[in-house]
């Protein structure tokens, strides 16, 4: 089997996207398949690794695609009163990983938490080749599921939060121990004012569709 975990590469994003701007794939309110409770999803745009058997193939791409300010980004969240948190996904958000602490730290003023789902490992992330911003983002997360998908490891159990057996959830934050109780293997449909789909959860593939 093909190693996990690739050679990190640097980040090609720092000179597509704008100051306080995120380049991101789709945007949501109201999931409850990623993560505790009802929360927004943010997944962004750009992963080097290309997992065979990635849910989400189309966030691979650096190019820009959707480029969203941090206070257009914000005040959606919080637009939206079901939401207690965020989840950010993607796509890798480590490669977004300053601007993306900066959304964090706005929202927990606000009293929400806030979770990423990451391609690298948390030693990945602690050590010297992380991506540049990522002890700020690892500062703010309430919870990290760690690590990228692996098809040879694949779990399809409708109790498991994480899809491949070599991902973990790191909680941070003690309150939230015992509300691990979203699935993986689930799938939710979001149509949008504009009458595209978002949808995400086990082999949804969280894409835009026509």
Known sequence: MASITPEIKPSPTSQQIPPDHLNIMGYVDRSEVNGPGCRAVVWVQGCWRQCPGCFNPASWSFAP????ATDDLVAAILADSANEGVTFSGGEPF???ATLAEVARRIKTQGYNVMA??????????GPMAPPGSQALLAQLDILVDGPYVEALAIQNPTSPVSSRNQRVRVFNPALVDRITWASDQMEIHVLKDGSRIITGYRGQAGLLD
Do not use: D, R, V, Y
């Open 65 to 68: 695609n959707q480029l969203m």
């Open 95 to 97: 490669w977004q990983a």
């Open 117 to 126: 789902f990451s391609g690298f490992t948390l030693a990945e992330l602690q």
